[in-house]
């Protein structure tokens, strides 16, 4: 399950983990203009976890979901000029 707020200056994503016997810490994902950050409770330490991923590395990853094991470089396409 998983919900989506548009608040002023980001959206957010809160990923809820459910259907199974271990289930994992809710992941928030804030989406800026400049970057997205993930949030995840760390029961062990008992903080909140957090990682910031620029848009290029957003994109390097949303790209590496549907490509097989390498190493890759995306790149722009050029644009057509009439």
């Not at 707020?5 to 983990?17: C, I, M, N, R």
């Not at 994902?29 to 330490?45: K, S």
Request: one cysteine or more; hydrophobic letters at 40%; glycine letters at 4%.
């Amino acid at each position: 399950m998983f919900t989506i707020e548009h608040e002023f200056d980001a959206t957010v994503v809160t990923l809820v983990d459910e259907g199974s016997e271990t289930l994992g810490e809710d992941v928030i994902i804030h989406a800026f203009e400049e970057c997205v950050t993930l949030e995840q409770h760390c029961p062990q330490t008992d903080r909140k976890m957090t990682v910031t991923l620029s848009i290029a590395q957003l994109n390097d990853l949303g790209a590496a979901l549907d490509l097989p094991e390498g190493v890759y470089r995306l790149r722009q396409a050029a644009e057509n000029v009439d």
